[in-house]
């Protein structure tokens, strides 16, 4: 969101009249769109770039987006109080030592964080996140957010009289150009390194542009913008009040959290990637460039209806048990998210205060955006044990409406309306109302079953009683919407492997091929609930690895399976944090079978998947006659062309195991991929695809730790 601020003072000795140049004009405009393009395009940029640290998780895009949220609200303080305080020399001085020191900060550190930066253990991992960000880009971002602003500032001193809207509109337009292009042009064709040397050069650019143009407006005589006629009126006057100054904040503070409880939402199965980080963010400032260009594009009775109907699909989707396809999943919610904020800015523009407080009008816009990211971020995961943020935001968004619409004395629902218009109102409040009780049994129908809930940074885990009283219930966990795994609870079907594990997937068979009177050791890359713990044999090493702390702690305290394998005889080895940073620093393991299976449904670690991460499996396999399993399954995405280019790259030879689901929870629907050294290992197994024939008949793609798009793996 980009502001106007006010004009500051004048100089005791102000400089003569000089007529402005075309040039000085291009200058401001090129510094606000490049600004503006430069603070959108390094926000997926250090997300990416940090996203394997911590577990690939939506949560920390989360936290990136509060910490540049929280970043903006502190540029727009620092340029209002700079307006506020100092003369224009001195403000632009400071400014100009401001732009240096970033500039030099961006060419010789550079603004990705560097490998010093990846966390040794789980720790807090939401305040290391913040921390790292404020180190690494803070002061370049600083300096960028303020530029909004500022530019129109000068623009003021130069052209007095005239509106600064043009500066305001190109700095959408680069917004929405730098969100438009990342995930379509720069990220499918730089890695993230290039994308840092590009970006900091760039910064270096912007900074000499910006300094330039700061300093040519110092030649013009200051005047201070006098309020219309119509922002001196009694009605602009009473917009001041205390109730005007909660809209400002509550207003855009619940976008924002709207903005952020989608896009968890959205991202819970499917990758916390840049495309779908951005499609919200498109929606949103799409909505601030709407609002705040005409009143024609905020209409009450179009975007009210919109938002009801888009609610009501969003609680419909909510309630079914098969997974609802990604179209429209993606529509109904960009829909929602729509609505919400063309509401809220909507109603916001509709309360703009008189010129003289438009800088606090737009400081409280950055700081309602900050308070929604704060909310969502670090609130919502510390006091709820699901992902109800969600629902609250948008009961909060069509309450907050409400109110809104009955406080405007220019509403005809203003005091709830008048004879047709009180109708209205009231009908509104029953749909509202009908509203929060299909919440309500939604929330009621997930805690159905339910024994154990818990949240962390992680995800929101889940443990249940299913098919309580007959001969098959058992105990399931799940992350979000997704199945980690089971464990039936009678006695004599307690060993039996479930869900994704069961004897004839494809890793089933992988441990009953491998087995022998040679103990073997096994290595895990995602604990679940200990599944293939079944398949521990007295002497057997059985190593997992989870980055989740919830979920160590859960699988051995509602879970058999790996207390009665070393029961059995068998060691169990948990190891918390992220397997490919544990992993790195420990010594060769040696393992016999290597298993891939940390994922959350479609939310994919990508940085799992790279040429990078397998060449580290390798380093842990057996010669030659090690196995590696890798779990597949996803319904949007096709990973089997990433597996392919990583046998290639390291000639290892592979096959393809896909079983049909059989309906129950002991079988499952799963596709794996099984990788050796050896040649032609699977031969001898009918239900085993080699590469090249079937599903395995795919162009090859590959990863790298500083190159991975969805765009190359999104199913048809």
Known sequence: MNSDAAVPALDNAAPPAVAPSPAIDFALAATAALSAWLIFQVQPMVAKRILPWFGGGTAVWTTVMLFFQAALFFGYLYAHLATKWFTPRRQVHLHVALLAAAAMLAAIVGVLPSDEWRPDGSGLPALHILVMLSAAVGLPYLALSATAPLTQVWFARIHPGRSPYRLYALSNAGSLAALLSYPFLVEPNLGVSTQGVSWSALFVAFALLCAWSALASLRFRNHVVASSTADSSDAALSRSGALQRFFWLALPATASAALLAITTYLCQDVPSVPLLWIAPMVVYLLSFILTFDSDRWYRRDVWFSIGAIASFAAVISWFQKDAVPLSTMLGVHLALLAAICMVCHGELVRRRPVASRLTAFYLSIAAGGAIGGLLVGVVAPLVLSDYYELQLSMLSAWGLALFAIITDPASPHFDGGKRGRYAGTLGMAGLFVLLVICVGVNVAKLREGVLQRGRNFYGVLTVRHMNQGSPDEFVELSNGRTTHGGQFIAEANRRVPMWYYHADSGVGILMRETASDSPRRVGIIGLGVGTLAAYAEPGETFRFYDVNPLVLDWAVNF??????????????????????????????????????????????????????????????????????????????????????????????????????????????????????????????????????????????????????????????
């Open 559 to 716: 879970f058999k399976y790996l207390r009665e394998a070393s029961e059995r005889g068998a060691t169990i080895d948990l190891i918390e944090g992220d397997a490919r940073i544990a992993m790195e620093n420990e010594p060769p393991q040696n393992f016999d079978v290597l298993v891939l299976d940390a994922f959350n449904g479609d939310s994919i670690p990508a940085h799992l998947l790279t040429l990078e991460a397998f060449e580290l499996y390798l380093k842990h396999l057996k010669e030659p006659d090690g196995f590696l399993a890798v779990h597949v399954s996803s319904l949007h995405l096709d990973l089997v062309p990433v597996v392919k280019a990583a046998a290639e790259k390291f000639n290892l030879h592979g096959a393809i195991i896909e079983v049909p689901p059989d309906d129950t929870p002991a079988g499952a629907g799963c596709t794996w991929v099984l990788l050796s050294r050896q040649p032609n290992p699977f031969a001898d197994l009918d239900v085993a695809i080699p590469f090249g024939e079937g599903a395995g008949a795919v162009p090859s793609v590959i990863w790298t730790d500083d190159y991975s798009s969805l765009l190359d793996v999104l199913k048809d």
